[in-house]
Antibody, heavy 121, light 111 residues
């Protein structure tokens, strides 16, 4: 069974960088058939896909247009985990952040537990 | 304003059938991209209910069914049960945005 365990701070100051990590068990970040995503949820934006990283003979990253200038998704194969960095955050980035696996059917079939991140001074 | 449009709420009595619509456009559902449906119970992460328009993962009751036509998709829930009370979201790919998009969500109330 795949399990995704999120970690990271719940409070970030405006203009700083939001950083979260998602540790994978039961699968590999280097899987040729999965993609590893970050999604956030807020009352104002609903569910919003942020981006993903995946391996298909080489590494790829795809990012949502809305955050493309501020986001980086990295992977650490030695720790079997992937991470989210979102720069220059504002209160509008306050949300519940999820990591999720995109499986062979392109649906998000496994999700992390969610991390509530508040952007406030 | 979500790219995929869902009704904010639907309701039904136990045992009844309800449908939730998901309306898109020619750059997502209408372009032939698959639609997936998720159920989110309070305080939990979304759970995939239907993938690839009409397929149920193992463990999802056959009371749940999905369909797609043109630029829209629908989730039907028959034999409503109290435990079905949750938020439901549709998801697809949008070629104009080059990424995954979600509907705004529909809150199902079992009367």
């Amino acid at each position: 069974q795949v399990r995704l365990q999120q970690s990271g701070p719940g409070l970030v100051k405006p203009s700083q960088t939001l950083s979260l990590t998602c540790a994978i068990s039961g699968d590999s970040v280097s899987s040729n058939s999965a993609a590893w995503n970050w999604i956030r949820q807020s009352p104002s934006r609903g569910l919003e896909w942020l981006g993903k990283t995946y391996y298909r003979s080489k590494w790829y990253n795809d990012y949502a247009v809305s955050v493309k200038s501020r986001i980086t998704i990295n992977r650490d194969t030695s720790k079997n985990q992937f991470s989210l960095q979102l720069n220059s955050v504002t209160p509008d980035d306050t949300a519940l952040y999820y990591c999720a696996r995109e499986g062979v059917n392109d649906a998000f079939d496994f999700w992390g537990q969610g991390t509530m991140v508040t952007v406030s001074s | 304003q979500s790219v995929l449009t869902q009704p904010p709420s639907v309701s039904g009595a136990p045992g009844q059938r309800v449908t939730i619509s998901c309306t898109g456009s020619s750059s997502n559902i209408g372009a032939g991209y698959d639609v997936h449906w998720y159920q989110q119970l309070p305080g939990t992460a979304p759970k995939v209910l239907i993938y690839g328009n009409s397929n149920r993962p193992s463990g999802v009751p056959d009371r749940f069914s999905g369909s797609k036509s043109g630029t829209s998709a629908s989730l039907a829930i028959s034999g409503l049960q109290a435990e079905d009370e949750a938020d439901y979201y549709c998801q697809s790919y949008d070629s104009s945005l080059s990424g995954w998009v979600f509907g705004g969500g529909t809150k199902l109330t079992v009367l």
